[in-house]
């Protein structure tokens, strides 16, 4: 992939972009320079949404479509569902994945256990989603280990890391760089096996919040200093 590639603003398709943490993501991109869709498994609720999301940033930011077009009119797709969600979404947009970047949010948690590790049958969702689509496809994870609850304000400086793992370099360092668009600083992790460990920190996380009485404890990486 070329630097002239990376260089050209992109669309990104937010996929579940109706949820928290998918449309706080979608606006942060979307103020800063990125075509953003939000998809929805329902036209109308990607539709509604994006009116709501719009009407809050003051003016025509985002568009809404079906995940299917969304996934279609996308040079990267963004994956923020349900667990329970995530191989069916998978399947509805396969088709229109071929040669993209596929950056997934997903983390594996069993309601009503949350605040326990949960591995699934293929160690990671990141994993399952790459075994599910293929080579021809790039599964990226990250974002799974920051709150919603510190992205919804587009304005708010998030006070931790991302974890970015992948198998792919140049990859890797576009989807660092949408880290930095969201305003948060990006970490590469490793290769996508790391995902196993980065999506189990999730509940360890949700447990932390509901024990310390907090919202929102986020992953910090120290002893390094980055441009």
Not at 26 to 51: F, P, Q, T
Request: aromatic share 4%.
């Amino acid at each position: 992939m070329s630097d002239e590639k990376i260089a050209k603003i992109k669309t990104l398709a937010v996929l579940g972009g109706t949820g928290k943490e998918g449309s706080a993501l979608a606006k942060r991109w979307a103020l800063n320079g990125y075509r953003v869709i939000i998809g929805s498994r329902s036209l109308e609720k990607a539709r509604d949404g994006v009116a709501e999301m719009n009407a809050e940033l003051g003016g025509d930011y985002l568009t809404g479509l079906a995940n299917e077009e969304a996934a279609r009119a996308a040079d990267i797709v963004v994956l923020s569902v349900p667990y329970s969600a995530h191989k069916d979404t998978l399947n509805s947009v396969r088709p229109h994945l071929a040669g993209k970047i596929v950056v997934d949010l997903t983390v594996p948690l069993q309601p009503p256990a949350v605040r326990t590790v949960h591995v699934p049958e293929g160690k990671s969702a990141c994993l399952e989603a790459q075994a599910l689509l293929g080579d021809d496809v790039t599964v990226i994870a990250a974002f799974q280990n920051v709150s919603a609850e510190k992205l919804k304000d587009p304005a708010y400086e998030v006070d931790c890391d991302v974890l970015v793992c992948g198998n792919a370099e140049v990859a890797k360092a576009e989807v660092i760089e949408l880290v930095r668009a969201a305003g948060m600083r990006g970490i590469d992790a490793g290769p996508l096996a790391n995902a196993v460990a980065v999506e189990a920190l999730t509940p360890v996380l949700l447990y932390i919040n509901k024990k310390y009485s907090v919202k929102g404890a986020g992953v910090r990486i120290t002893g390094i200093a980055l441009q």
